[in-house]
Protein backbone atom coordinates (compact mmCIF):
# COMPACT_ATOMS: atom_id res chain seq x y z
CA UNK A 1 0.00 0.00 0.00
CA UNK A 2 1.04 3.57 -0.67
CA UNK A 3 0.27 7.12 0.21
CA UNK A 4 -0.76 9.76 -2.22
CA UNK A 5 2.78 10.19 -3.49
CA UNK A 6 3.80 8.02 -4.07
CA UNK A 7 5.51 6.81 -0.93
CA UNK A 8 4.85 3.51 1.45
CA UNK A 9 2.66 3.49 4.19
CA UNK A 10 4.15 2.22 7.38
CA UNK A 11 2.40 2.34 10.90
CA UNK A 12 4.90 3.92 12.76
CA UNK A 13 3.77 2.74 15.49
CA UNK A 14 3.50 -0.91 15.46
CA UNK A 15 6.93 -1.08 13.91
CA UNK A 16 8.62 0.35 16.84
CA UNK A 17 6.96 -2.07 19.07
CA UNK A 18 7.85 -4.99 17.05
CA UNK A 19 11.31 -3.33 17.02
CA UNK A 20 11.79 -2.98 20.65
CA UNK A 21 10.11 -6.27 21.40
CA UNK A 22 13.18 -8.28 19.50
CA UNK A 23 15.57 -5.22 21.37
CA UNK A 24 14.41 -6.01 24.64
CA UNK A 25 14.61 -10.11 23.79
CA UNK A 26 18.34 -9.71 22.60
CA UNK A 27 18.80 -7.34 25.89
CA UNK A 28 17.02 -10.44 27.61
CA UNK A 29 19.74 -13.00 26.13
CA UNK A 30 23.11 -11.02 26.49
CA UNK A 31 23.01 -8.61 28.85
CA UNK A 32 25.30 -11.32 31.49
CA UNK A 33 27.77 -10.30 28.64
CA UNK A 34 28.75 -7.42 30.11
CA UNK A 35 31.16 -6.75 32.59
CA UNK A 36 28.92 -4.89 36.00
CA UNK A 37 30.38 -1.59 34.87
CA UNK A 38 29.49 -2.16 31.37
CA UNK A 39 26.01 -3.03 31.98
CA UNK A 40 25.52 -0.58 34.51
CA UNK A 41 26.70 1.88 31.73
CA UNK A 42 24.55 0.45 29.07
CA UNK A 43 21.38 0.50 31.42
CA UNK A 44 22.07 4.49 32.34
CA UNK A 45 21.78 5.40 28.65
CA UNK A 46 19.16 3.13 27.82
CA UNK A 47 17.42 5.04 30.66
CA UNK A 48 17.67 8.07 29.73
CA UNK A 49 17.40 7.81 25.98
CA UNK A 50 13.77 5.95 27.05
CA UNK A 51 12.82 9.13 29.21
CA UNK A 52 14.20 11.50 26.63
CA UNK A 53 16.84 13.06 28.85
CA UNK A 54 19.88 14.64 26.95
CA UNK A 55 23.52 13.17 27.60
CA UNK A 56 24.17 15.81 30.13
CA UNK A 57 20.70 15.45 32.61
CA UNK A 58 21.31 12.54 35.17
CA UNK A 59 18.42 10.61 35.96
CA UNK A 60 16.99 10.26 39.76
CA UNK A 61 18.83 7.64 41.08
CA UNK A 62 15.29 5.96 43.19
CA UNK A 63 13.03 6.35 39.41
CA UNK A 64 15.86 4.92 37.79
CA UNK A 65 16.44 1.95 40.42
CA UNK A 66 12.83 1.26 39.99
CA UNK A 67 13.22 0.94 36.10
CA UNK A 68 16.14 -1.10 36.30
CA UNK A 69 14.39 -3.83 38.52
CA UNK A 70 11.91 -3.24 36.11
CA UNK A 71 13.97 -4.63 33.34
CA UNK A 72 15.56 -7.43 34.95
CA UNK A 73 11.93 -8.61 35.48
CA UNK A 74 10.98 -8.43 32.21
CA UNK A 75 14.41 -9.77 30.87
CA UNK A 76 13.55 -12.68 33.32
CA UNK A 77 10.60 -13.40 30.87
CA UNK A 78 11.64 -12.92 27.55
CA UNK A 79 15.08 -14.63 27.71
CA UNK A 80 13.35 -17.54 25.74
CA UNK A 81 11.37 -15.89 23.24
CA UNK A 82 12.37 -15.79 19.75
CA UNK A 83 13.01 -13.05 17.77
CA UNK A 84 9.97 -12.12 16.01
CA UNK A 85 9.53 -11.26 12.12
CA UNK A 86 8.50 -7.53 10.77
CA UNK A 87 5.33 -7.12 9.32
CA UNK A 88 5.63 -4.44 6.54
CA UNK A 89 2.48 -4.55 4.23
CA UNK A 90 1.95 -8.42 3.40
CA UNK A 91 5.95 -8.93 4.01
CA UNK A 92 6.97 -10.72 7.27
CA UNK A 93 10.77 -10.01 7.32
CA UNK A 94 13.60 -11.64 9.59
CA UNK A 95 14.62 -8.50 12.02
CA UNK A 96 18.58 -9.20 11.00
CA UNK A 97 17.75 -8.87 6.97
CA UNK A 98 18.75 -5.39 7.53
CA UNK A 99 18.81 -4.35 4.18
CA UNK A 100 15.72 -6.42 2.78
CA UNK A 101 13.76 -4.00 5.56
CA UNK A 102 14.84 -0.59 4.33
CA UNK A 103 14.10 -1.51 0.74
CA UNK A 104 10.28 -1.77 2.37
CA UNK A 105 11.10 1.56 4.23
CA UNK A 106 12.34 3.26 1.00
CA UNK A 107 10.72 6.84 0.88
CA UNK A 108 9.58 6.55 4.61
CA UNK A 109 11.77 8.46 5.84
CA UNK A 110 12.88 5.39 8.25
CA UNK A 111 16.24 3.72 9.06
CA UNK A 112 16.42 0.31 10.16
CA UNK A 113 19.68 -1.08 11.75
CA UNK A 114 20.12 -4.95 12.47
CA UNK A 115 23.82 -6.43 12.99
CA UNK A 116 25.90 -8.75 15.33
CA UNK A 117 27.87 -7.00 17.82
CA UNK A 118 30.83 -8.48 20.27
CA UNK A 119 29.94 -12.47 20.78
CA UNK A 120 27.70 -12.44 17.91
CA UNK A 121 25.02 -10.69 20.19
CA UNK A 122 22.01 -9.39 17.41
CA UNK A 123 21.41 -5.49 18.15
CA UNK A 124 18.74 -3.65 16.28
CA UNK A 125 17.76 0.07 15.92
CA UNK A 126 14.95 1.90 14.43
CA UNK A 127 15.19 6.05 13.49
CA UNK A 128 14.37 8.82 11.61
CA UNK A 129 16.31 9.78 8.50
CA UNK A 130 17.82 13.00 9.60
CA UNK A 131 20.00 13.81 6.18
CA UNK A 132 21.82 11.55 3.27
CA UNK A 133 25.21 12.32 1.30
CA UNK A 134 27.80 10.24 -0.46
CA UNK A 135 31.24 10.23 1.14
CA UNK A 136 34.30 8.60 -0.59
CA UNK A 137 32.13 7.36 -3.19
CA UNK A 138 29.83 5.76 -0.27
CA UNK A 139 26.27 6.29 0.60
CA UNK A 140 26.18 7.67 4.58
CA UNK A 141 22.90 8.09 5.84
CA UNK A 142 22.54 10.27 9.11
CA UNK A 143 19.91 8.99 11.48
CA UNK A 144 18.49 11.61 14.42
CA UNK A 145 15.67 10.68 16.37
CA UNK A 146 15.93 6.93 17.43
CA UNK A 147 12.67 4.72 17.69
CA UNK A 148 13.78 1.25 19.40
CA UNK A 149 17.17 0.46 20.34
CA UNK A 150 19.11 -1.83 22.62
CA UNK A 151 21.66 -1.85 25.68
CA UNK A 152 24.06 -1.92 22.19
CA UNK A 153 24.93 1.38 20.78
CA UNK A 154 27.38 2.43 18.32
CA UNK A 155 27.80 5.71 16.93
CA UNK A 156 28.24 4.61 13.39
CA UNK A 157 27.88 1.37 11.56
CA UNK A 158 27.87 -0.34 8.04
CA UNK A 159 24.48 -1.57 6.77
CA UNK A 160 25.89 -3.80 3.99
CA UNK A 161 27.54 -1.28 1.67
CA UNK A 162 25.94 1.92 3.32
CA UNK A 163 27.31 4.12 6.60
CA UNK A 164 24.79 4.87 9.10
CA UNK A 165 25.42 7.10 11.67
CA UNK A 166 23.42 7.28 14.71
CA UNK A 167 23.28 11.17 16.45
CA UNK A 168 21.94 9.92 19.84
CA UNK A 169 24.04 6.77 20.14
CA UNK A 170 26.99 9.36 19.18
CA UNK A 171 26.23 11.86 21.63
CA UNK A 172 25.55 9.55 24.49
CA UNK A 173 28.94 7.94 23.56
CA UNK A 174 30.84 11.34 23.74
CA UNK A 175 29.72 12.44 26.82
CA UNK A 176 30.65 8.89 28.88
CA UNK A 177 33.85 9.02 27.12
CA UNK A 178 34.79 12.56 28.08
CA UNK A 179 33.87 12.23 31.43
CA UNK A 180 35.90 8.56 31.52
CA UNK A 181 39.23 9.11 29.75
CA UNK A 182 41.90 7.39 31.53
CA UNK A 183 44.91 9.41 33.31
CA UNK A 184 46.90 8.07 30.19
CA UNK A 185 44.82 10.09 27.71
CA UNK A 186 43.99 13.38 29.71
CA UNK A 187 46.82 15.51 28.08
CA UNK A 188 45.22 14.40 25.13
CA UNK A 189 41.60 15.06 26.04
CA UNK A 190 42.49 18.65 27.20
CA UNK A 191 44.21 19.25 23.88
CA UNK A 192 40.48 18.33 22.23
CA UNK A 193 38.48 20.61 24.58
CA UNK A 194 41.26 23.73 24.17
CA UNK A 195 40.50 23.48 20.62
CA UNK A 196 36.55 23.99 21.30
CA UNK A 197 37.45 27.03 23.85
CA UNK A 198 37.37 24.95 27.03
CA UNK A 199 40.44 25.05 27.65
CA UNK A 200 41.22 25.91 31.75
CA UNK A 201 38.01 25.64 32.72
CA UNK A 202 36.21 23.09 34.90
CA UNK A 203 34.35 20.46 32.91
CA UNK A 204 30.76 21.18 34.41
CA UNK A 205 27.95 19.60 32.66
CA UNK A 206 26.61 23.21 31.99
CA UNK A 207 29.94 24.22 30.35
CA UNK A 208 30.18 21.51 28.47
CA UNK A 209 26.86 21.29 27.33
CA UNK A 210 26.93 24.71 25.27
CA UNK A 211 29.26 24.03 22.95
CA UNK A 212 28.21 19.96 22.71
CA UNK A 213 26.53 19.85 19.78
CA UNK A 214 28.95 21.19 18.22
CA UNK A 215 30.95 18.59 19.06
CA UNK A 216 29.34 16.25 17.99
CA UNK A 217 28.05 16.96 15.02
CA UNK A 218 32.18 17.83 13.87
CA UNK A 219 32.75 13.96 15.36
CA UNK A 220 29.95 12.38 13.80
CA UNK A 221 31.99 13.28 10.27
CA UNK A 222 34.90 11.56 11.68
CA UNK A 223 32.83 8.09 12.56
CA UNK A 224 31.68 8.44 8.90
CA UNK A 225 34.99 8.23 7.88
CA UNK A 226 35.67 5.27 10.48
CA UNK A 227 33.01 3.19 8.56
CA UNK A 228 34.00 4.56 5.05
CA UNK A 229 37.65 3.68 5.86
CA UNK A 230 36.48 -0.06 6.81
CA UNK A 231 34.35 -0.66 3.34
CA UNK A 232 37.39 0.47 1.49
CA UNK A 233 40.34 -1.22 3.31
CA UNK A 234 42.13 -3.39 1.79
CA UNK A 235 44.18 -6.22 3.33
CA UNK A 236 41.35 -8.40 5.72
CA UNK A 237 38.91 -9.60 3.19
CA UNK A 238 35.59 -9.03 5.08
CA UNK A 239 33.94 -12.56 4.38
CA UNK A 240 37.24 -14.16 6.42
CA UNK A 241 36.67 -11.50 8.76
CA UNK A 242 33.23 -12.54 9.18
CA UNK A 243 34.11 -15.66 8.83
CA UNK A 244 36.67 -15.34 12.16
CA UNK A 245 33.90 -13.91 14.33
CA UNK A 246 31.29 -16.42 13.63
CA UNK A 247 33.95 -19.87 14.70
CA UNK A 248 35.28 -17.92 17.54
CA UNK A 249 32.26 -15.97 19.02
CA UNK A 250 33.49 -14.17 22.49
CA UNK A 251 36.93 -15.47 22.51
CA UNK A 252 40.02 -13.47 22.18
CA UNK A 253 40.20 -14.71 18.63
CA UNK A 254 37.53 -12.31 18.09
CA UNK A 255 38.37 -9.32 20.10
CA UNK A 256 41.86 -9.18 18.06
CA UNK A 257 39.89 -9.33 14.76
CA UNK A 258 37.73 -7.59 15.33
CA UNK A 259 40.68 -4.87 17.07
CA UNK A 260 42.70 -5.26 13.31
CA UNK A 261 39.42 -4.69 11.43
CA UNK A 262 39.07 -0.86 13.11
CA UNK A 263 43.06 -0.48 13.28
CA UNK A 264 43.28 -0.60 9.44
CA UNK A 265 39.64 1.55 9.39
CA UNK A 266 41.59 4.00 11.08
CA UNK A 267 44.58 4.31 9.81
CA UNK A 268 44.02 3.54 6.11
CA UNK A 269 45.21 6.27 3.41
CA UNK A 270 41.24 6.69 3.37
CA UNK A 271 40.08 5.91 6.69
CA UNK A 272 39.51 7.91 10.28
CA UNK A 273 42.67 9.62 10.70
CA UNK A 274 43.86 10.31 7.31
CA UNK A 275 40.93 12.31 7.46
CA UNK A 276 41.74 13.95 10.35
CA UNK A 277 45.23 14.40 9.43
CA UNK A 278 44.10 16.01 5.86
CA UNK A 279 42.14 18.64 7.62
CA UNK A 280 44.19 19.24 10.44
CA UNK A 281 41.49 18.66 12.82
CA UNK A 282 42.70 19.20 16.39
CA UNK A 283 39.70 18.69 18.48
CA UNK A 284 39.06 15.25 16.27
CA UNK A 285 42.68 14.49 16.99
CA UNK A 286 42.98 15.24 20.75
CA UNK A 287 39.44 13.29 20.94
CA UNK A 288 41.26 9.88 19.17
CA UNK A 289 43.93 9.90 21.51
CA UNK A 290 42.09 10.10 24.21
CA UNK A 291 39.70 7.45 23.58
CA UNK A 292 42.94 4.95 21.83
CA UNK A 293 42.62 1.74 24.44
CA UNK A 294 41.83 -1.70 25.33
CA UNK A 295 43.20 -4.04 22.30
CA UNK A 296 43.11 -1.17 19.45
CA UNK A 297 45.89 0.88 21.85
CA UNK A 298 48.09 -2.38 21.78
CA UNK A 299 47.83 -2.56 17.91
CA UNK A 300 48.91 1.32 17.38
CA UNK A 301 51.71 1.89 20.06
CA UNK A 302 53.36 4.98 17.52
CA UNK A 303 50.19 6.84 18.21
CA UNK A 304 50.55 7.98 21.35
CA UNK A 305 54.40 9.00 21.08
CA UNK A 306 54.08 10.79 17.95
CA UNK A 307 50.61 12.95 19.91
CA UNK A 308 53.40 13.85 22.44
CA UNK A 309 55.95 14.98 19.71
CA UNK A 310 53.22 16.78 17.80
CA UNK A 311 52.32 18.72 21.43
CA UNK A 312 55.61 19.82 21.08
CA UNK A 313 55.99 20.55 18.14
CA UNK A 314 52.71 21.33 16.24
CA UNK A 315 53.82 18.88 13.35
CA UNK A 316 50.84 17.15 11.52
CA UNK A 317 53.71 14.99 9.16
CA UNK A 318 54.88 13.59 12.07
CA UNK A 319 51.61 12.31 12.84
CA UNK A 320 50.93 11.19 9.42
CA UNK A 321 54.21 9.04 9.30
CA UNK A 322 52.86 7.29 12.68
CA UNK A 323 49.77 6.85 10.46
CA UNK A 324 51.09 5.46 7.59
CA UNK A 325 53.62 2.89 10.02
CA UNK A 326 50.69 2.07 11.92
CA UNK A 327 48.96 0.98 8.48
CA UNK A 328 51.56 -1.00 8.11
CA UNK A 329 51.69 -3.42 10.85
CA UNK A 330 47.94 -3.64 11.17
CA UNK A 331 48.50 -4.82 7.43
CA UNK A 332 50.92 -7.77 8.64
CA UNK A 333 48.88 -8.48 11.65
CA UNK A 334 45.42 -9.25 9.22
CA UNK A 335 48.05 -11.03 6.58
CA UNK A 336 48.87 -13.34 10.00
CA UNK A 337 44.74 -13.53 11.02
CA UNK A 338 44.01 -14.19 7.18
CA UNK A 339 46.96 -17.08 6.90
CA UNK A 340 46.32 -18.74 10.33
CA UNK A 341 42.87 -18.96 9.64
CA UNK A 342 43.08 -20.57 6.25
CA UNK A 343 44.49 -23.51 7.99
CA UNK A 344 41.58 -24.02 9.98
CA UNK A 345 39.86 -26.98 7.91
CA UNK A 346 43.78 -28.49 7.31
CA UNK A 347 44.79 -28.16 11.45
CA UNK A 348 41.44 -27.41 13.46
CA UNK A 349 40.26 -25.11 15.90
CA UNK A 350 42.00 -25.25 18.86
CA UNK A 351 45.92 -25.13 16.63
CA UNK A 352 44.08 -22.09 15.23
CA UNK A 353 43.73 -20.57 19.00
CA UNK A 354 46.89 -22.06 19.39
CA UNK A 355 48.58 -20.12 16.40
CA UNK A 356 46.58 -17.23 17.49
CA UNK A 357 47.86 -17.11 20.92
CA UNK A 358 51.23 -17.36 20.22
CA UNK A 359 51.86 -15.42 16.96
CA UNK A 360 49.69 -12.62 17.60
CA UNK A 361 47.83 -12.29 20.93
CA UNK A 362 51.08 -13.09 23.46
CA UNK A 363 53.25 -10.28 21.56
CA UNK A 364 50.71 -7.76 21.87
CA UNK A 365 50.96 -8.12 25.96
CA UNK A 366 47.18 -9.43 26.28
Given at each position: ??????????????????????????????????????????????????????????????????????????????????????????????????????????????????????????????????????VLGRAV??????????????????????????????????????????????????????????????????VLKDVF?????????????????????????????????????????????????????????????????????????????????????????????????????????????????????????AAALTD???????????????????????????
Amino acid sequence: MRGLEGSPVVDVEALKRQVQFNCEVTNARHAGTYSVCGLLLRLRNLYKWEQALPPWEEPDPAAALAWVERKEQSWECLADEEFEPLALGRARLDPLEAEAINRQLSGTGLVYGAGYGWGLKPTFFLGRLSGRRRVLGRAVQWVGQELARDLFSSPAMLLGERVVVRSDAAAYYLWDRIHDVKKSGQAALLVALEAWGLGGRDLTPAVLKDVFPRIVAAELETYARHETGELLAEGFPRQVWRAIIARFPGERVELVARAVKDALADTGPRGMLAYIIRGKRLASLGFYVAFLDGVRRLLLPGIRPAFERFRRDGHWPGIEAARAQAYAAALEMAAALTDIFGQLKERGEEWVRAEAEERLIKPLGM
